[in-house]
């Protein structure tokens, strides 16, 4: 009962946090910062966290939930092995239980330890086909990740999966929304610089857009420059898109 509970609390926090960002990158250092309190609640220790994503097989730190959690996890983005690009590779959980006594990246563990870090523990998010991420969890003792901790992870990850999945389509709505606003204001600026043309010339649309076109292939700048220029040539008021709601 207690899991469910901690459970229905991290997903009503997650959705506020989709609810209460404006960008991916907000929600990626807010969800570090969470990420790194629900452990420590789990565990019972101080517990930090990095966010790593990976693209097109290469990886780097997005967020953090803290300026050492970011150093902490660029150590392994540097080396390019670890935990973390294990959980990935794998796409399972990754225990590095304590620095001194695992062999597997020798480099990587001295500089873990040299930085106050005894254990990691790397957990996969599937957010996408082309990108995936990673919680990377970073402890200053050893014996933070028992069996028990790593399944109340595993929940938590999916939850977390899941928010990051609906953060980056919505992130990805608001750009390509916002490429389309641009591109009509653009537009917009085109034609009327086009208009200006015609009643300075006396010529059709055609005319006028040949000659737009002519003097921004000789400017070598590009059209909506040239129509921007025509347009403070007759105005100082900024020239911008109006929508009808």
């Known amino acids: 009962m207690a899991n469910n509970y901690v459970g229905d609390a991290a997903a009503r926090h997650l959705q506020d946090l989709l609810l209460g960002t404006e960008n991916v990158d907000d929600f990626l250092n807010r969800l570090a910062e969470f990420s790194a309190a629900t452990l420590s609640h789990m565990t019972g220790a101080a517990v930090e966290c990095g966010v790593t994503l990976q693209r097109r097989k290469r990886t780097m730190t997005v967020a953090g939930s803290s300026p050492r959690a970011v150093v902490l996890d660029r150590i392994e983005q540097s080396l390019g092995n670890g935990p973390c690009i294990e959980a990935l590779r794998t796409k399972d959980m990754v225990l590095l239980a304590d620095v001194d006594t695992d062999h597997r990246w020798p480099e990587y563990q001295r500089q873990l330890a040299a930085n106050g870090c005894r254990s990691t523990l790397g957990v996969p998010l599937e957010i996408g086909q082309d990108a995936a991420a990673a919680l990377n969890f970073f402890a200053a003792d050893t014996g933070v990740y028992t069996e028990a901790t790593i399944a109340e992870a595993a929940g938590f990850a999916d939850l977390a999966g899941r928010a990051l999945r609906l953060a980056v ?77």
């Open 169 to 245: 389509r919505i992130g990805t709505a608001q750009s390509r929304a916002e490429d389309m606003q641009a591109a009509m204001e653009h537009r917009t600026s085109i034609d009327l610089a086009c208009g200006v043309v015609m009643a300075q010339n006396r010529c059709s649309q055609e005319e006028a857009m040949a000659i737009l076109t002519r003097v921004s292939s000789n400017r070598n700048q590009k059209l909506r420059e040239v129509a921007a220029e025509v347009l403070r040539n007759l105005t100082s008021v900024e020239v911008r898109t109006h929508f009808d709601v």
